[in-house]
Each structure stands twice: as structure tokens, then as C-alpha cells.
């Protein structure tokens, strides 16, 4: 039963122009979203989260959108930059206050050209 | 600030074999959570710790697999015997409390393959 999907593996984005990366779930039990980003040889890092009363939530060139109706997470990074190439993971919180039930996406590898 | 500490970097077993991971996560933190993540997936949480008592271990498959968090402190996480399908990383990951508004932080991890 896969209640979270990350529909795209990879995506490749020019430095400078925007990238967005997307993530479905399917449990409505979700109310707590956050993005973890990962580089190769490290443990993932903390990004940026929302709740299920907001829509949207910003820090710096990070912006993360809800849309519950969809059930339909994204993040967007304007502008990109290559630094930002890493492993994009979404994760899904369910009535709880903890992380201990945690539902990570698959990942998305992002890769910034120059 | 000193971050989650995770040994060995890399482990390659045999099937049938047994292996211990350990992990020191960050002073102070109360919650430890061991995550097992299979290459093209999201990590999936195999046993949480409050302190030094377990608060989930629902998807720990505890015919093989074994935790413990003895002083509320660093912690290993034991397989044995080991299958094929074991082969993964192991993340270990700590935050103060546990609560959603504090960040979740993670080691390294331990790649395991099984032969």
C-alpha cells in the first residue's frame, strides 16, 4: 500500500531557472509535510515543512505548497543553484505530534547545471 | 555542534552472518529512531526510542532483527542472521524531544550488503 509517491526519479534544471519537485499521497490522515534533502555519503537533512492549515510556507528560495483537496505536496526553488543538486525526499506525518510515523517518499535526485 | 554519529561506514556480510550498528546521536536528545532505507526508496522507521524505552517498533522484524538504547544514550541496532534482502543503509536520526516542531537530525548511515 504506497501512500506517497514521488512520480519523478531525477530531474535535471538549468542554474538559475526554478525547480519543482512534486510529491501525491493518498492518506488524509497526513497533517504535517516536510522536505529533507540528502547529499551523496551524508545523512538527509532538514529543508522545509508545513502544516495542514497552511497552503503555503517560504524560506528564502525554498517555497512549499499544500494542496489538500489533491492530496498534492510540492517544493519549488527559485533560483536554482548547483549546490542545490541532491536526493529530494517528502515526508508525511499522520495524526501524531512525533516523528515516529514517518512516510518517506521514494526521492527525487535533482541535478543544477552551470 | 557535534551531529548523529553512525559506525561502521560500510559492512559486507555474508547471508547468515550477523552484524551491529551502532550510533551516538546528539547530546541531550531524548528521541532515537533507527530507519532502514533499500536502494530506490524512502527510509522506512524500523524502532523508535524515548530515552531508554521503546516507543514504536512495529516494523522491526524482530525474528532477526534487535535494538537497544541501554543508558538513553548511543544505541545498536543487531541482524542476525542476516538475509539477502537486508541489504540496505541504516540511518539513524535523533531530535530533542520527538515533537514535529523540532528538526530531525541524521547520521551518515551504515551501508549494509548481504552476499
Known amino acids: 500500500d504506497q501512500q506517497v509517491k514521488q512520480n519523478s526519479p531525477s530531474l535535471s534544471v538549468q542554474e538559475g531557472r526554478i525547480s519543482i519537485l512534486n510529491c501525491d499521497y493518498t492518506?488524509?490522515?497526513?497533517?504535517?509535510f516536510l522536505w529533507y534533502k540528502k547529499y551523496p555519503a551524508e545523512g538527509p537533512t532538514f529543508l522545509i515543512s508545513?502544516?495542514?492549515?497552511?497552503d503555503k510556507n517560504e524560506d528564502g528560495r525554498f517555497t512549499v505548497f499544500l494542496n489538500k483537496s489533491a492530496k498534492h505536496l510540492s517544493l519549488h526553488i527559485v533560483p536554482s543553484q548547483p549546490g542545490d543538486s541532491a536526493v529530494y525526499f517528502c515526508?508525511?506525518?499522520?495524526?501524531?505530534?512525533?516523528?515516529?510515523?514517518?512516510?518517506f517518499g521514494q526521492g527525487t535526485i535533482l541535478t543544477v547545471h552551470p | 555542534e557535534a551531529g548523529v554519529a553512525q559506525s561502521p561506514r560500510y559492512k559486507i556480510i555474508e547471508k547468515r552472518q550477523s552484524v551491529a550498528f551502532w550510533c551516538n546521536p546528539i547530546?541531550?536528545?531524548?528521541?532515537l529512531y533507527w530507519y532502514q532505507q533499500i536502494l530506490g526508496q524512502g527510509p522506512k522507521l524500523l524502532i523508535q526510542?524515548?530515552?531508554?524505552?521503546?516507543?514504536?517498533d512495529s516494523q522491526l522484524p524482530k525474528d532477526r532483527f534487535s535494538a537497544e538504547r541501554l543508558k538513553g544514550v548511543d544505541s545498536t541496532l543487531k541482524i542476525q542472521p542476516a538475509k539477502l534482502e537486508d541489504s540496505a543503509v541504516y540511518l539513524c536520526?535523533?531530535?530533542?524531544?520527538?515533537?514535529?516542531?523540532?528538526?530531525?537530525?541524521f547520521g551518515s548511515g551504515t551501508q549494509l550488503s548481504v552476499l
Open positions: 536520526a535523533s531530535s530533542r524531544t520527538g515533537r514535529l516542531n523540532e528538526k530531525l537530525f
Open positions: 492518506n488524509s490522515m497526513f497533517d504535517y
Open positions: 508545513i502544516s495542514s492549515i497552511k
Open positions: 515526508l508525511f506525518s499522520a495524526g501524531g505530534t512525533s516523528y515516529g510515523k514517518l512516510t
Open positions: 547530546s541531550g536528545h531524548a528521541t
Open positions: 526510542f524515548q530515552n531508554n524505552g521503546v516507543v514504536d
